[in-house]
C-alpha cells in the first residue's frame, strides 16, 4: 500500500506537468509569432516618417548630387523597399542590427554601451514604484475609505494624469542652478558630473544624478501597481480564511501582512513583468529631458536624423523584451495560480 500510493502520485502528476509544458509551448509559439510580426512593422512602421537620411546626415557639408547618390547606395537606400526589407530580416536572424548612419558603428554596440544606463536608472524606478505602490495599495485597500486610503489614491492618481514630460520640465525648471528656486540641489543633466571623485564619492555623484528622472519616472507609474493591488486586497478582505485568521486572535497587521497581502500580489505579477520588459527601453522622454545617456535617449536621437538602423535596432530590442516578458508573465502566473491551472 505504501509502495502503491507513491507511484499512484507519479501517475497523477504527469497529465499536470504535461499540461504545464503544453501551455509554455503554447505561449512560447505565441511569443514568436508576435516577434515576427513586430520583425515586418518594425521596418515599414519608420519608413513612413517625414525626412531624408541622407540629407540630414549631409546637412552643412555642400554635398553634390553624385555625392548624395554615393552615399545613399553606401547605406543602402538605393535598393528597393523590397530589396531592403529582405537585407533587414536576413541580418536581425542572424543577430546583426545593422550600422548606425549617424555614429557610422554597429548598432550592437551602441546598444551595450548604453544599455547598463537605462537598466540602471529604469531598474531603480521599478524597484521604487512596486513597492510604494504594493505597500499603499495594501493598507488602502485593508481599511478603503480611510484618510490614508482617500489621500494615498487621490495623489496617485493626480501623479499618473500628469503627463511626464510635463512632470519632468517642471522638476527641471525648479532645480535648475541658476534658475530654480531650489538650485544646486541636485544635477539636472547627465549621470555623471566633469569632476567626479572617485570611489564611494563616485557612486554618490550618479546618484544624485538619478533623482530627478528616477523621482519623475516613480511618480507617474506608481499608481498602477497602487490601484490594482488595492482592488486585489479589498477582493480577498471578505474572504472566509480572513475571517478565520480574525477569529483565531491574530493582530489586524498580521492579518493583512501575511494573510491577504500574499494571496492580493497574485493579480500585481503580470503587471510586474510588463513593467520588466519595458526597462530595458527606459523612457524616451525622461532620458530626453534630463539628457541621460540610456536606450531612450539614443532611439530620441535616432528620431531626428532619422537613423533607420538605429531605430530598428533599440525599438525591435524594447518590443522583444516587453513580448517575452509579458510570456514569461503568464507561464508564471500559471505557476503560481491553481484556479488558472485547473481552468
Known sequence: ???AQPAAQAIDERPARHGMLRYALGKAGGALLSIAMVIVATFFLFRLLPGDPVRALAQGRNMTPEQLDLERHR???DKSLPEQFLQFVGQTLRFDLGTSYEYKRPVLDLIGERIGSTLLLTGTALVMAVSLGIWQGARAGWKPGSRFDKFSTA?????WSVPTFWLGLLLLMVFAAGVGPIPGIF???GIESVDAPDGFGYVLDIAKHMVLPCLTMVAVVYAQYLLVMRSSVLDEVGQDYVTTARAKGLRDDDVRRKHAVPNALLPTVTLVFM???FVV???VTVEAIFSWPGLGQL????IRVPDFT???GTFLLITVSVILMNTLADVVYHLLDPRVRSA
Open 1 to 3: 500500500m505504501t509502495v
Open 75 to 77: 547605406l543602402g537606400l
Open 155 to 159: 495623489i496617485s492618481l493626480v501623479l
Open 187 to 189: 544635477p539636472t543633466r
Open 275 to 277: 513593467r520588466i520588459g
Open 281 to 283: 527601453g527606459g523612457a
Open 299 to 302: 532611439f530620441y536621437e535616432a
Open 310 to 312: 538605429l531605430m530598428q
